[in-house]
């Protein structure tokens, strides 16, 4: 009955691909009767949908098949395009993915400036508000009023150019203020006109390649909170830098975040003792069972800068990622940001493959310790995604021959760098490089 129900679908696909919409509705109605399985199941009442003009079957249609999967990709995609959230025109062909866009594009960009003076506005990290830099009027940013920062639909963004792509491009803006058009700097998404000096951020909602942020971890500390916690951890760690040190460097760095769903799939040995028959002893007999173990990862982060990522990754786990703001262009007035360089399409490849190494090494243990002979991914699945920019101040340390990098955490001050070495304090190395250079703006 099975075999007969998967033929009957096989032909109600081949009739639809033709064009032939009745008899392609008379064969899945059949098999949707036939079917045993919720795959053969929902694959006819996919294709039901792609035979139904009205849009009311449609929705019904479709609903009914996520009834029976869930995951259903293209389904997922269909209710989407039927719900507005996503463009049928922008649903690329995922066999011959449109070529990158080459030269410079003109980007939209938002400007903020005094509502009283006229005078150049920037985010005050320990004031959560706006504040002009010549009359200092607050315009307070009450995040209390705002939503969670929300997830994106991991299918609906695959769908798209936006899903696969990297910015490559150089962005050319038109400043409202003084009529002036300038370059933004590589991968930012915040720059200041280079003539009015007046903040502007990129409204990456009007880019059709690039996804833009969903949540922000506000900066909140000033510089100089910055140059002390630096100096406290290179004194804690009894370096010596062997030369001036740049002072720290506020800005935001890109990072994604995937929910993970799915199952693994798994096949383990039983081994089962036979019992002695006329006084022999019994055997052994190995048998093999096959199941699934459910998996539920909530927001995995992952860097989104190739960059900076080693010492990002090792800075992450730093934020508190339940404080994440929705998004807003206000919080990098005058802050530059990061375009995320890693495509989603590319970081969720990498989500994906952590989860199924971690429950591949945890599964004998969840598992009650059966001895597992295979395991298989293939329904494990990326549920939803989020970019969530956090803030950092960053600079160099230059020690041991070569320039450091050192980030420092911009919501809870936590430090991390890339030197590979950590020297015994030595009192002697307490003086000199980056102690004297700093000691004036710390008032030590």
């Not at 004194?235 to 506020?250: A, D, M, S």
Request: charged fraction near 25%.
């Amino acid at each position: 009955m099975e075999e007969y129900s998967k033929e009957l679908l096989r032909t109600g696909i081949i009739e639809a691909k033709a064009g032939n919409r009745d008899t392609a509705r008379r064969y899945l109605d059949r098999a949707i009767y036939m079917a045993g399985s919720h795959d053969v199941t929902a694959e006819a009442w996919f294709w039901m949908s792609e035979v139904t003009i009205d849009s009311a079957e449609k929705r019904k249609a479709l609903e009914n098949c996520l009834s029976h999967d869930l995951r259903h990709a293209r389904a997922r995609r269909s209710l989407a395009i039927l719900d507005g959230t996503l463009k049928a025109d922008e649903v690329i062909d995922p066999d011959k993915l449109p070529p990158v866009p080459e030269g410079m594009r003109t980007a939209d960009a938002q400007r903020f400036m005094c509502p009283k003076c006229g005078g150049r506005m920037s985010f005050s990290p320990d004031g959560q508000a706006l504040v002009c830099d010549y009359c200092t009027r607050n315009q307070i940013i009450d995040s209390g009023t705002m939503p969670l920062a929300g997830e994106k639909d991991f299918i609906v963004a695959m769908a798209t150019q936006r899903g696969h792509g990297k910015p490559l491009q150089e962005q050319v803006f038109h400043c409202n203020g003084c009529g002036a058009e300038f370059i933004l700097p590589p991968k930012q998404i915040s720059t200041s006109c280079v003539y009015c000096d007046s903040p502007h951020v990129v409204s990456l909602e009007k880019t059709k390649d690039l996804l833009a942020p969903d949540g922000i971890i506000p900066q909140a500390f000033d510089q100089k909170r910055a140059i002390k916690l630096l100096v406290d951890w290179v004194e804690g760690n009894g370096f010596k830098p062997e030369k001036q040190v740049e002072l720290p460097r506020g800005l935001y760095l890109p990072m994604w975040t995937f929910d993970v769903g799915g199952g693994v799939d798994y096949t383990y040995e039983m081994i089962q003792q036979e019992n002695e028959v006329m006084g022999k002893r019994g055997g052994q007999t190995v048998t093999r069972h096959s199941d699934q173990y459910p998996v539920m990862v909530d927001d995995l982060p992952l860097p989104a800068s190739r960059k900076t990522s080693a010492v990002f990754l090792k800075l992450i786990p730093t934020f508190d990622l339940k404080s994440i703001q929705p998004y807003d262009p206000r919080f990098l007035a005058n802050w530059p940001a990061e375009i995320y360089d890693v495509p989603m399409a590319d970081a969720s490849l990498d989500a994906r493959g952590q989860t199924y190494a971690k429950y591949k090494r945890d599964l004998p243990h969840l598992v009650n310790n059966a001895n597992i002979v295979h395991t298989s991914s293939a329904n494990l699945v990326i549920e939803s995604f989020k970019l969530t920019l956090l803030p950092v101040w960053m600079t160099e340390l230059p020690f041991d021959g070569r320039e450091h990098l050192v980030l420092i955490n911009g919501q809870s001050g936590g430090v991390a760098g890339d030197l590979q070495v950590t020297p015994q304090k030595d009192e002697s190395t307490q003086t000199g490089g980056l102690m004297d250079f700093l000691a004036d703006l710390l008032g030590d």
